[in-house]
C-alpha cells in the first residue's frame, strides 16, 4: 500500500491513504471500507454488498423452486397413477 501518493478521490482536500481494488481510485480513511479483507472505496462495496444480496436472492430462490417443482409433479404423476389404478379395475 503506497501511502501519501495522491489525494482522496471523494475528498480532494484529504490525503489518500489507500487504493481501491475495484475502481483503482486513491481513498482516505473515511472512504476506505474493509470487506472480506480488501479494500474498497464506499461506491464499490455498496455495488459489492447489491451483488451479493442478488446471489443470496439467487441462491434462495432457486431450491424454492426445485421443491415446488418437484411437488407440482408428484401430485400430477401420484394424481395420474391413481386415476389410471382405479379405472383399471
Ligand atoms: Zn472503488
Ligand atoms: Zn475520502
Request: hydrophobic fraction near 40%; charged fraction near 20%.
Amino acid at each position: 500500500m503506497s501511502l501519501g501518493s495522491g489525494r482522496c478521490h471523494y475528498h480532494p482536500e484529504r490525503a489518500g491513504l489507500g487504493i481501491c481494488v475495484e475502481c483503482r481510485n486513491v481513498i482516505c480513511t473515511e472512504c476506505t471500507t474493509q470487506f472480506e479483507g480488501i479494500n474498497r472505496c464506499a461506491k464499490c462495496l455498496g455495488e459489492r454488498l447489491a451483488k451479493a444480496r442478488t446471489l443470496v436472492a439467487r441462491k434462495d430462490w432457486s431450491p424454492g423452486n426445485v421443491v415446488l417443482a418437484l411437488a407440482a409433479v408428484a401430485l400430477l404423476f401420484g394424481g395420474f397413477y391413481g386415476l389410471t389404478f382405479l379405472a383399471g379395475r
